[in-house]
């Protein structure tokens, strides 16, 4: 969809969508929710995206996940450019788990999701969501924190739920929204930032950036 602004006597296309730099099916189906109109903006074979998630030595979870949040944007907005696509708002977030100060991003594999699993059974963790977007020159960005305490996981259990591969390629080696349900005593905060974008924030920052929601 598409818009016309009239300046000094020219015509200029405006797309009335947004770009979502996200891999993630959940974050596309949270967007939907909001009735927002998006495209894709996806890295290609030659971006080394993964490398974007490495923590620094001694890096705070919420620093962490701030800091690695902007440099998908960052890398989303050079892409939108080096394409040569339209001009739109581009909208980015990323999700982390952490226990103290300890940061739980993808696992590496199935003994990795074991481990990660192992660690977080019968404890509280929180789950951080940033969210940032720029339009234009602006840039708005937000940060949910939630906390989930799983019930205690037997090893049965935690190789079965690995068996099922839904780990794999999660934050904290599980989807709350998943079988992993069925292991979460209690959660607080946002459930959909939980899942990856946390609906209230990415709300205010569209409202605030002029972005209408349905």
């Given at each position: 969809?598409?818009?016309?602004?009239?300046?000094?006597?020219?015509?200029?296309?405006?797309?009335?969508?947004?770009?979502?730099?996200?891999?993630?099916?959940?974050?596309?189906?949270?967007?939907?929710?909001?009735?927002?109109?998006?495209?894709?903006?996806?890295?290609?074979?030659?971006?080394?995206?993964?490398?974007?998630?490495?923590a620094l030595p001694g890096e705070?979870?919420?620093?962490?996940?701030?800091?690695?949040?902007?440099?998908?944007?960052?890398?989303?907005?050079?892409?939108?450019?080096?394409?040569?696509?339209?001009?739109?708002?581009?909208?980015?977030?990323?999700?982390?788990?952490?226990?103290?100060?300890?940061?739980?991003g993808k696992p590496a594999d199935?003994?990795?999701?074991?481990?990660?699993?192992?660690?977080?059974?019968?404890?509280?963790?929180?789950?951080?969501?940033?969210?940032?977007?720029?339009?234009?020159?602006?840039?708005?960005?937000?940060?949910?924190?939630?906390?989930?305490?799983?019930?205690?996981?037997?090893?049965?259990?935690?190789?079965?739920?690995?068996?099922?591969?839904?780990?794999?390629?999660?934050?904290?080696?599980?989807?709350?929204?998943?079988?992993?349900?069925?292991?979460?005593?209690?959660?607080?905060?946002?459930?959909?930032?939980?899942?990856?974008?946390?609906?209230?924030?990415?709300?205010?920052?569209?409202?605030?950036?002029?972005?209408?929601?349905?």
């Amino acid at each position: 969809m598409q818009g016309i602004l009239i300046t000094e006597n020219r015509w200029i296309v405006m797309p009335r969508f947004i770009y979502l730099a996200s891999q993630s099916p959940r974050r596309a189906q949270l967007l939907e929710q909001l009735g927002v109109q998006f495209q894709l903006l996806l890295p290609d074979a030659t971006e080394d995206a993964e490398s974007l998630e490495d923590a620094l030595p001694g890096e705070a979870p919420a620093q962490y996940v701030v800091r690695v949040t902007g440099l998908k944007l960052d890398a989303a907005l050079a892409r939108m450019r080096k394409r040569q696509l339209p001009t739109a708002p581009v909208l980015c977030a990323d999700t982390t788990v952490a226990l103290g100060r300890n940061i739980y991003g993808k696992p590496a594999d199935a003994r990795d999701a074991q481990r990660m699993l192992g660690e977080l059974s019968g404890r509280t963790h929180r789950v951080l969501t940033a969210v940032v977007m720029q339009k234009g020159r602006r840039r708005e960005q937000a940060l949910s924190v939630s906390q989930v305490r799983f019930t205690e996981m037997d090893a049965a259990q935690i190789r079965s739920y690995v068996r099922s591969g839904e780990p794999l390629g999660k934050a904290g080696a599980y989807a709350v929204q998943g079988r992993a349900a069925a292991y979460i005593e209690h959660l607080s905060g946002s459930y959909s930032g939980i899942m990856g974008l946390p609906m209230f924030e990415t709300g205010q920052i569209l409202r605030t950036l002029g972005i209408t929601t349905q």
